[in-house]
């Protein structure tokens, strides 16, 4: 099932995202259903909480078109460790059509847990580092929009609000239980 993505200033993307306390088929199929739409957006992540589902739990794909998908779900992920600096242009599937340069650590270390349970800690560096870091701070009701400066945050708030008006998302609504 493909969920409607929430755009800025909804409330739910500012909430501090509750950790998943067991992995159900409930929870596997809301990250199947978050990764189906992930792609559909399409998208490099989604998190939780863009959906409505205020719980840590994070999709990722950072192949590039053309290469075999790459997806991780990643629940309760927490970053460990930071290092270096790096910045790419980032968007966002809550802030459409809007991009900016972010300062971003171009090394992390993560601790997740699988939809079976295990958990793991790996080390990324670009690409899966910068989206690591994004999709995180949406657990914690942190945005992209957030480190910049408050005329360029009212610009992206401009251009999504152009863009709400231009474009009906036929996702449905998640349906907190």
């Known amino acids: 099932m493909i969920y409607r993505i929430l755009t800025i200033p909804d409330k739910k993307l500012r909430r501090k995202a509750e950790p998943v306390k067991e992995i159900t088929d409930e929870i596997r199929k809301l990250a199947e259903d978050m990764a189906e739409t992930m792609y559909a957006a399409p998208g490099v992540g989604l998190a939780a ?5 205020n719980l840590r739990i994070v999709t990722i794909d950072v192949a590039e078109e053309g290469q075999p998908a790459q997806l991780l779900t990643l629940i309760n992920p927490e970053i460990l460790e930071k290092r270096g600096q790096t910045s790419m242009e980032e968007g966002c599937l809550s802030v459409p059509n809007y991009f900016e340069e972010i300062p971003r650590a171009e090394f992390v270390r993560l601790r997740y847990t699988d939809l079976e349970g295990v958990t793991h800690e790996i080390e990324a560096e670009g690409m899966l580092a910068i989206a690591a870091q994004h999709e995180t701070d949406h657990l914690d009701g942190k945005m992209f929009i957030d480190y910049l400066s408050s005329l360029k945050r009212v610009s ?6 152009q863009w709400n008006k231009e474009h009906s998302y036929a996702g449905t609504d998640y349906v907190e239980r």
Do not use: D, K, S
Not at 49 to 53: E, S
Not at 156 to 161: C, E, H, K, S, T
């Open 49 to 53: 909480p863009q959906i409505g589902a």
């Open 156 to 161: 992206a708030q401009r251009r999504v609000n």
